[in-house]
């Protein structure tokens, strides 16, 4: 080999093949990974998805507005092409991995990364000595590059809503909503902080994304200074007005009773209440007083009201935006809030859907 490059590496072996572990200096990404020459060709053709143009400003925008503490895992790329590594004698494991400049590198994993990451080298060149790790693999033909992509993608776990939203210490409204959910004993001991879907046996009744959800709603893309205040003011006293809540809470009546009777803690109900909150965040209309009357409120899942508006021809309960916005008139009306032209002729609607 005349032209090399030379990476410093770690040789490991996995399934009796050998690999290496190389830091890579972010400006070196262009260099070795083509941009678009698999852009074109047909996806049986190709070892790796369709790059998604959408989310490389995304990425690039988490990097530049996180400059001091962003942080990425390990490329994984194939090298079609010469190479040859060559051992520390003190390490037989540690030495130089030596590259044909004429040799191909392909990604296997992490092709939005990189993408991402020469976006951003445009707009902050000092991020060019700073490096990554990338892990680089034989090539062994077509086949064998698709399957790496495959093996290391499908048995990844996407990570919930909820536990990011647990762990985001950037998503100001993540925050918001862990300090409300802390600071209530009752949401704290019945929210499940990991889970975005609960089982029918669960201890919890309710998600961290649930809530998460449901404050967007109350506070729109405006957070103030007392957002936090408000948004704890509320949901206290939602939770001291549920009756079904409080029963609970007291042992009056048992969790398999709260989910199977009543429909007070399924997650578009928590959506619905989300937009009684949105509009006391707005007016402020004596809202401690008003929220009393969800004590009147029958939240049986049986009960006349909620058919076809939060429990359908099925029996299960409805899940949509309209669902949210039909089972707020009814909160609405009870506590004493006219409904908005949207909201009226979501009434109407609902009639004629029920007549026929």
Same mark, same amino acid.
């Given at each position: 080999?005349?032209?090399?490059?030379?990476?410093?590496?770690?040789?490991?072996?996995?399934?009796?093949?050998?690999?290496?572990?190389?830091?890579?200096?972010?400006?070196?990404?262009?260099?070795?990974?083509?941009?678009?020459?698999?852009?074109?060709?047909?996806?049986?053709?190709?070892?790796?998805?369709?790059?998604?143009?959408?989310?490389?400003?995304?990425?690039?925008?988490?990097?530049?507005?996180?400059?001091?503490?962003?942080?990425? =895992?390990?490329?994984?790329?194939?090298?079609?092409? !010469?190479?040859?590594?060559?051992?520390?004698?003190?390490?037989?494991?540690?030495?130089?991995?030596?590259? =044909?400049?004429?040799?191909?590198?392909?990604?296997?994993?992490? /092709?939005?990364?990189?993408?991402?990451?020469?976006?951003?080298?445009?707009?902050?060149?000092?991020?060019?000595?700073?490096? %990554?790790?990338?892990?680089?693999?034989?090539?062994?033909?077509?086949?064998?590059? +698709? +399957?790496?992509?495959?093996?290391?993608?499908?048995?990844?776990?996407?990570? =919930?809503?909820?536990? =990011?939203?647990?762990?985001?210490?950037?998503?100001?409204?993540?925050?918001?909503?862990?300090?409300?959910?802390?600071?209530?004993?009752?949401?704290?001991?019945?929210?499940?902080?990991?889970?975005?879907?609960?089982?029918?046996?669960?201890?919890?009744?309710?998600?961290?994304?649930?809530?998460?959800?449901?404050?967007?709603?109350?506070?729109?893309?405006?957070?103030?200074?007392?957002?936090?205040?408000?948004?704890?003011?509320?949901?206290?006293?939602?939770?001291?007005?549920?009756?079904?809540? +409080?029963?609970?809470?007291?042992?009056?009546?048992? !969790?398999?009773?709260?989910?199977?009777?009543?429909?007070?803690? /399924?997650?578009?109900?928590?959506?619905?209440?989300?937009?009684?909150?949105?509009?006391?965040?707005?007016? /402020?209309?004596?809202?401690?007083?008003?929220?009393?009357?969800?004590?009147?409120?029958?939240?049986?899942?049986?009960?006349?009201?909620?058919?076809?508006?939060?429990?359908?021809?099925?029996?299960? %309960?409805?899940?949509?935006?309209?669902?949210?916005?039909? %089972?707020?008139?009814?909160? !609405?009306?009870?506590?004493?809030?006219?409904?908005?032209?949207?909201?009226?002729?979501?009434?109407?609607?609902?009639? !004629?859907?029920?007549?026929?």
């Amino acid at each position: 080999m005349d032209y090399v490059y030379r990476f410093p590496v770690v040789r490991g072996v996995q399934a009796g093949s050998e690999y290496y572990i190389a830091m890579v200096p972010l400006k070196m990404l262009s260099k070795l990974f083509s941009t678009d020459e698999e852009e074109y060709i047909p996806p049986e053709y190709r070892a790796q998805r369709k790059l998604n143009e959408s989310r490389i400003p995304i990425i690039s925008k988490y990097i530049l507005d996180n400059r001091e503490n962003y942080v990425f =895992s390990a490329l994984a790329a194939s090298i079609d092409g !010469k190479f040859e590594f060559k051992n520390n004698k003190a390490d037989d494991d540690t030495g130089i991995l030596e590259v =044909s400049m004429d040799a191909h590198f392909l990604i296997n994993d992490g /092709q939005h990364r990189k993408s991402a990451i020469i976006a951003a080298l445009k707009e902050d060149k000092s991020l060019e000595n700073e490096t %990554i790790s990338i892990v680089f693999y034989a090539d062994k033909g077509l086949r064998r590059s +698709q +399957q790496i992509f495959t093996d290391l993608n499908k048995n990844a776990v996407k990570t =919930s809503n909820s536990i =990011s939203e647990l762990y985001d210490s950037r998503d100001e409204m993540a925050v918001i909503t862990r300090n409300v959910i802390w600071n209530n004993d009752f949401l704290n001991t019945y929210t499940d902080k990991e889970k975005d879907i609960l089982g029918k046996y669960s201890s919890s009744l309710f998600t961290l994304n649930t809530f998460y959800t449901a404050n967007k709603t109350i506070v729109g893309r405006t957070i103030k200074k007392d957002t936090e205040k408000f948004l704890l003011n509320y949901w206290n006293n939602v939770v001291e007005h549920m009756v079904q809540w +409080q029963e609970l809470q007291h042992r009056e009546i048992t !969790k398999v009773d709260l989910r199977e009777s009543y429909i007070a803690t /399924q997650s578009i109900v928590i959506q619905a209440l989300g937009r009684i909150g949105n509009y006391y965040f707005s007016h /402020q209309d004596n809202m401690e007083e008003r929220l009393r009357n969800l004590e009147k409120i029958n939240w049986s899942r049986s009960a006349k009201q909620w058919y076809m508006r939060a429990v359908g021809k099925n029996g299960r %309960i409805i899940t949509s935006k309209r669902a949210a916005l039909l %089972i707020s008139n009814v909160i !609405k009306k009870e506590l004493g809030i006219a409904l908005s032209a949207e909201e009226i002729n979501a009434e109407e609607a609902l009639k !004629k859907t029920i007549k026929d």
